[in-house]
């Protein structure tokens, strides 16, 4: 095991309206203070009641999905928790992973795409 899921980040134009929509429907706490997470204008969190974190991610222009129409498709990302980021991203790489963002500096977290090119953040827990 490489790391351990933190959350599913969504994109979306309103992450408040999206972070309530998602606690109506599953329960749980909005933006619950986290140290994992700061939380402001483009980001808000939903920490559901089975342990399950939402996170909504503010997009600029913002396109919806439109379901099955493969020039829309579903929009969103896995955050993975991890121990060392170097470790980690070296054996994603190995597994067919492709850097996307390498943190420029940034020492919590960096951005891969899986084989397929959907994108997913190794965070230092």
């Known amino acids: 095991m490489i790391g351990k899921l933190q959350c599913v980040v969504l994109d979306c134009a309103d992450v408040m309206e999206l972070a309530r929509f998602y606690a109506s ?3 749980g706490e909005v933006n619950r203070p986290d140290p994992r997470w700061s939380l402001d204008d483009d980001w808000a969190t939903l ?4 342990g399950i974190v939402l996170v909504f991610q503010r997009v600029a222009e913002y396109r919806p999905p439109r ?4 020039a829309r498709p579903q929009q969103f990302h896995l955050d993975l928790g991890v121990a060392d ?3 980690a991203g070296a054996e994603v ?7 996307l963002d390498g943190g ?7 951005v891969y795409a ?3 090119g959907h994108p997913f953040c190794l965070v230092r827990d």
């Open 104 to 110: 420029d500096g940034r020492r919590s977290w960096r």
């Open 67 to 70: 379901w099955p129409d493969p």
């Open 114 to 116: 899986d084989p397929a």
């Open 93 to 99: 790489l190995a597994l067919g992973a492709t850097l």
């Open 25 to 27: 429907l599953l329960g």
């Open 47 to 50: 920490h559901g009641d089975g």
């Open 85 to 87: 980021l170097d470790r």
